[in-house]
């Protein structure tokens, strides 16, 4: 899929956030340039700032960093599928589409969300 695409399909997704609370009046709207551009953002950032995180964190492509915080709580077996599992395999092979996807639509839905908030 064009990064292209999936960017503009997040960038709709994340203006589109429902409140609890809010009164849809006109003035009320999610659709704004502001919000959409900062759910955007942030959920870009997300995207970004995931595999050095990871690396930080200790995931990397050789394996589990000795002396890191991945080494620190990696028990003796680790069961496939389970969140280490996937963190290293996302730190060795680097984040699917998928994942990049749930993170630019998550993290860009908090930003959109914090934005709306702070009007």
């Given at each position: 899929m064009d990064s292209r695409v999936l960017f503009l399909a997040g960038l709709l997704l994340t203006g589109c956030v429902p409140s609890c609370y809010a009164r849809y009046s006109d003035d009320d709207s999610w659709f704004t340039l502001k919000n959409i551009a900062i759910g955007g953002v942030v959920g870009a950032g997300a995207v970004v700032a995931a595999p050095f995180a990871l690396g930080a964190a200790?995931?990397?492509?050789?394996?589990?960093?000795?002396?890191?915080?991945?080494?620190?709580?990696?028990?003796?077996?680790?069961?496939?599928?389970?969140?280490?599992?996937?963190?290293?395999?996302?730190?060795?092979?680097?984040?699917?589409?998928?994942?990049?996807?749930?993170?630019?639509?998550?993290?860009?839905?908090?930003?959109?969300?914090?934005?709306?908030?702070?009007?």
């Open positions: 200790g995931f990397g492509a050789a394996g589990v960093t000795a002396g890191s915080l991945a080494a620190a709580i990696q028990g003796p077996a680790v069961v496939s599928g389970s969140a280490f599992a996937l963190a290293q395999s996302a730190g060795a092979a680097g984040l699917g589409i998928g994942t990049k996807v749930a993170l630019f639509a998550g993290w860009g839905a908090v930003g959109t969300a914090v934005s709306k908030n702070n009007d």
